[in-house]
């Protein structure tokens, strides 16, 4: 639907178009002064000078005719469309360009043309080697010295449409390039999670949904124990791989509907739609299962690797933000942190209190 507006809108810009150019060329001629009535009626030098400029000034095809159809003048665009030089257009019958089907409608429009144009009727033209070439025409006429000279305007629509092609091509590279970008911004380059900035967008939404539909959500968060230590110890390429590899454990934990996001620097945080409190914590469960299943890194260099987790439940009739959310699952995360991590803690309503370990 959208491309047939787009075709429509692009038909009626060239019909516009061809009216104000052929306005123009009325313009030009009538400042010019009277035709010539000689040879095969060649516009007095004003005129022609007056013609000339105007039409090589156009990015479309431009003729002038004789009563005859003949062609006095016509631009490089026109023997561009027709694949001729102008030289061997001039003072030949523009029928004779036509393709043979198509002759009686150009034979029709040319006859009938007035002082007002005739717009946007379609013919195949025939080029240099003789196939078919789809042109839109406009036609007007004026009549000085009792004699009529055509203005005509050709609009070639195999490159108008090859043009449309190039602009949609144009079009979805740049929507490619403005996906790919939001994608680079929310998304971590190491460890292919969202990156924080989405966090509170997707809670948002997925509370607003749970409401409105009855369900729940739920969201884990999740501390890799001692990381510092580790990217101190073994170097930053190693913590970069115990990252990779924790969240690898992580996806193979959750459905492909929840979202892992790198909420900190070793801080991770999974939100869980339609989820309640008994789901998240089997999903807790495997995942602290995975990360202890068996070390991260390679061989000869493995380290054991273990995860504090938090976790807390928004039932569709509460009114906490994502924020709030958040703010419950850090609370239960800070006790397994007091209770030595390497754990898990479901939100139990209590407030948080003193400093323990972070």
Not at 34 to 51: I, K
Not at 66 to 89: M, T
Not at 250 to 259: P, S, W
Not at 296 to 324: C, I, K, M, N, W
Request: overall charge negative; hydrophobic content about 40%; glycine content about 8%.
């Amino acid at each position: 639907m959208n491309e047939q507006n787009t075709m429509d809108e692009e038909r009626q810009r060239r019909l516009a178009e061809a009216e104000a150019i052929l306005e123009s060329l009325r313009v030009a001629h009538d400042a010019g002064g009277p035709v010539a009535s000689a040879g095969v009626g060649e516009p007095a030098a004003d005129t022609d000078r007056a013609v000339r400029a105007v039409m090589e000034l156009m990015r479309e095809g431009a003729a002038m005719l004789d009563e005859n159809g003949r062609v006095l003048h016509c631009n490089a665009r026109l023997g561009e469309i027709l694949q001729r030089p102008v030289s061997d257009l001039l003072g030949a019958s523009f029928a004779s360009f036509v393709h043979p089907h198509d002759a009686p409608k150009w034979e029709g429009a040319f006859g009938s043309r007035g002082r007002e144009p005739v717009l946007g009727f379609t013919l195949d033209v025939r080029v240099l080697d003789g196939h078919p070439v789809p042109v839109q025409i406009a036609l007007c006429s004026l009549e000085r010295d009792l004699r009529r000279v055509a203005f005509l305007v050709a609009y070639d629509l195999a490159w108008q449409e090859e043009r449309m092609k190039q602009l949609e091509r144009a079009n979805k590279e740049l929507a490619d390039q403005r996906e790919a970008l939001e994608v680079a911004a929310t998304t971590d380059s190491i460890t292919g999670a969202y990156t924080s900035r989405a966090i509170f967008d997707v809670l948002t939404t997925e509370i607003a949904y749970g409401r409105r539909y009855g369900r729940p959500v739920s969201v884990l968060l999740m501390d890799i124990d001692h990381f510092k230590f580790l990217n101190d110890s073994y170097g930053h390429a190693f913590g970069d791989t115990v990252l990779r590899e924790f969240c690898d454990r992580c996806r193979a934990a959750i459905r492909d509907t929840d979202y892992l996001v790198r909420y900190g620097g070793d801080e991770f945080a999974v939100i869980l739609p339609q989820t309640d409190a008994t789901g998240a914590r089997a999903v807790a469960e495997r995942i602290i299962k995975s990360v202890r299943a068996k070390p991260f890194g390679q061989h000869p260099r493995t380290v054991p690797v273990t995860v504090s987790l938090g976790y807390a439940t928004a039932p569709p009739q509460d009114e906490v933000t994502d924020s709030g959310l958040l703010k419950r699952a850090d609370q239960a995360l800070y006790e397994v942190k007091g209770h030595g991590r390497d754990g898990m803690a479901c939100w139990s309503g209590r407030p948080r209190t003193g400093h323990g370990p972070e």
